[in-house]
């Protein structure tokens, strides 16, 4: 019996290898194109999200389903105890395809094999190419296993108020933070604002700070391998030294210990603070507030060699059995975690315009969608310029031990700007809770 | 219930007087209206504070001091909420507005079910318990009162599972299943109490009259321990519409606080819509109080004297 097609022009040995070459060769290649419709997977994959634009998600999901790819069930619940409720559910037997996480709880979600390693999937080389190298740690452990793909990242920045510093005399934005300090002082003296500091330091954030500060003054708190090594860097104890000073001489406020972003971002937008360090996108809370200072709050470049802390939370894949299925929710992730299958970075695009959250790809930063979707107060170069060598991830941050030493930091650093602990002591207290944590030896 | 703990003490002008009928100063009567006062404020400052966080926008919430009688107000709040149309970008829940209302249903299905099923079978627990004592019943009585301290978190596991497997996660019934383990405790507490407090005579005489066990616990017990069942219904309902932890795990955000704890991302913070949407999510538990806060003060306070 002959085919039609040899009966219509004959499928001589030439036009097989030919015909047998092309479909190889999209076998190959189409699955590396992101968000490419698969329809291998007929049925639904299930998302679960924290609540920050629910509809937003589904909106975002729902445009990559109509391209011909399979339906997505996302489920919403608050970032306020997502970590229980997802390790309960995933302990339970939930089957999640695809998820957001902590980067601080990555790698442990990968031992307990409930998220999958992305090694060998398709286009998640050039996925990991795509990013920073500063970010790339965040995503890839030492082992060079890849564990995850961003949701979104910042970088930790200074906001400062520039019609205060001009009035105080004071030429630039402070970098240093000595220079942090003295610019505080100065604003404080000439009374032109009675606490001119703030930051997010209640004690769950902490830990951020802590990487925050000590990278600012050049220190790395853990090496490769995760061994506390901000311990033997002498400049340690002044890093201590100065963030006890700047809340035991008020130029912090006493209420900080407690304040939420909110009320900092409100602090700043009513000119009752001159400076406030938290992630970059914060500006925008800032600007949109509206109030008599808003408009003055612009942002200070990492200077010389020193560093800022970059942060984000990640994507997680779930471990999925049915080849099909995960091949379905890996174009989802890439979807939502890189680009969409024109190669742009529509759903971080959509984050940039809901709030000014980033991406860490150089690509992000200069796709015109992405430029005009972040408002015109931003110095995007200078957002660039800071993930690209103006700030570093802690690599241990995605060990599994890590949220043990993470959950104790806040502690630790509130007795130190009570003025319960030595600047030495709070060292070797973060150092004994860091070994203890790697130990195993839980709280 | 003691003839005392009934009997009213005397209404005076000029001087107020105690129980016990003696006298009390002006002084000490402006002493103890001022505390009262005093108290009253602490208690109700944070929720004047929500209100008024509310009803104005974002930056007059950061104005020093708090506007504590704002100057002027707005709707847009509520309005956000309901709708989503906030104006802003800077909003992390805009389709709370189609998520809150039905919210505040399920929170109340929720709640009125469990009302229902507590009463019942708590109402038939601790009548057992006050009225057929058995050898043991003082250490089951302990028992239930430990199940109350249990935290949730060790529990909910297997809950999730079991869910999983019925195939209930994410509707209501896994949470009127899982409240019973804190509701159906303080219920039995709260009425084998108030049962303890009634006297049997009544009881007694229906049996002379030839009422059955559950005869007399619907034809004659129920009617008199309407106030006590009151109570606990209204402390189900509210443990219940306010619990967060099993709703987090077991839905999707399918009642109230676990909708509310959404309006902290860590992207944004929005503390006026929160207010807001925390206000709209009050008014259902705070009429049911008010109507029945009388029922609820008589049965906690049953037993106290006599």
Redesign the interface.
Known sequence: MKSKNAAAGGLDRRAFLKAGGATALAAILAPGLAGRAEAAFSGSLDMLA???????IKKLVGEWTAKGNPAVNV???????FS??LQ??L????AIDLFYNFAYNSQKFVDQGWAAKLNGLPGVDDMVADMYESARPAYVNAAGDIISAPY?SAVHMMHYNDRMLKEAGIAAAPQTLKEIHDASKILKDKKIVENPYVAYWVKEFCEEYLHTYLLNEGITAFDAAGKPVFADDPKTEGVFEWWQTMYQDGLAPKSVLND????L???M??G?AAFFVLHH?FL??IR????PESANVMQGPIGGSNHTFQIG?VLQLGQIADEERRNAAWDLMKFYGWKDSAGKFTVFNQ?A???G?AAPYPGFFTDPDVIAAFPDYFDLPMISKTFETGSKVVPARTLPWYPDFQAKVGDVVHALLLGQATPKKTVEDLTAAANSAQKGRSL | MSDIALSRAPRRRGKAATAAGLQRSTTATVILYLCVAIFAVWILLPVWYLVVSSLITPSQLGVKPFPMVPSSITFDNYLSVLTGATGSTGFGSTDMGSRLLPAIGQSFFVSSVLVVLNLVIAGIAAYGLSRYPFSGSRLFELSIIVSRVVPAIAIIGPFFVAFRVVGILNTPWALIISYNVFTLPLAIMILKNYFDQMPREIEEAAKIDGASRLQTLWIIIVPIARPGLVAAGVLIFLESWSEFFYSLVLTNQLTVPPLLAGFQSVQQFNWNSLAAATVMSMIPPVVLVVIFQRHVVGALTAGAVK
């Open positions: 924290w609540d920050f634009q629910p509809d937003t489920a919403v619940i608050p970032n306020l105890g229980p409720a309960t559910r302990r339970g037997g939930d979104f939420d972003p909110g009320k971002s409100n602090q937008a009513q009752d996108y925008s809370s949109s507030l509206n109030g939370e984050w315009k809901a709030a959250l």
